[in-house]
């Protein structure tokens, strides 16, 4: 039991920092932050726009976090809102918010294909499949033991 909590903490501590250090050297290009990256790629898979709440639940990020990416990506031309100036208005990308978004795609796709390198795709529906279901249950247990709120 001790090795699997180690192997699963270890692998998902060091896919993280993995994860964080791409972000952050990819965008820098661009004039972005790691933090932007997670805000552009939902945007981009919702043309239609998402509010501030919807992000929050998307990127797994909290309100002020979302609220300064948010912030920090209108001021650089990236993002816009439709509406009120709200945490319910409706936000989406600029064109050249689109643009960065559409670059940065690339890199996810490149970054994807090249850490899955080596996987079938049963193997590839077999790992997401466990990952999720041990993030339910972690969650459902955090709730029923430690009674605390969503992440």
């Known amino acids: 039991m001790n090795q699997r909590f180690d192997a699963f903490v270890t ?5 993280y920092k993995y994860i964080q250090k791409i972000k952050t050297a990819e965008v820098t290009d ?7 990256v997670m805000c552009m790629f939902h945007l981009n898979q919702h043309p239609e726009g998402l509010t501030a ?3 929050c ?7 002020a976090a979302v609220s300064r990416t948010i912030s920090s990506l ?5 993002v816009q809102s439709q509406g009120a100036k709200s945490y319910r208005a409706v936000l989406s990308l600029t064109e050249r918010g689109k643009a960065v978004a559409e670059k940065i795609g690339g890199v996810i796709s490149d970054w994807v294909s090249a850490c899955g390198c080596g ?3 049963e193997e590839r529906r077999n790992f997401y499949f466990g990952l ?3 993030a339910e249950n972690m969650r459902s247990k955090m709730e029923q033991d430690l009674k605390l709120n969503d992440i």
Do not use: M, P, V, W
């Open 119 to 121: 996987l079938t795709e």
């Open 30 to 36: 661009f004039g972005l932050k790691g933090a932007h």
């Open 53 to 55: 709440s919807q992000l």
């Open 57 to 63: 639940t998307l990127c797994a990020e909290d309100k």
């Open 11 to 15: 692998g998902i501590t060091l896919c």
């Open 74 to 78: 209108r001021e650089g031309g990236y």
């Open 132 to 134: 999720n279901l041990i």
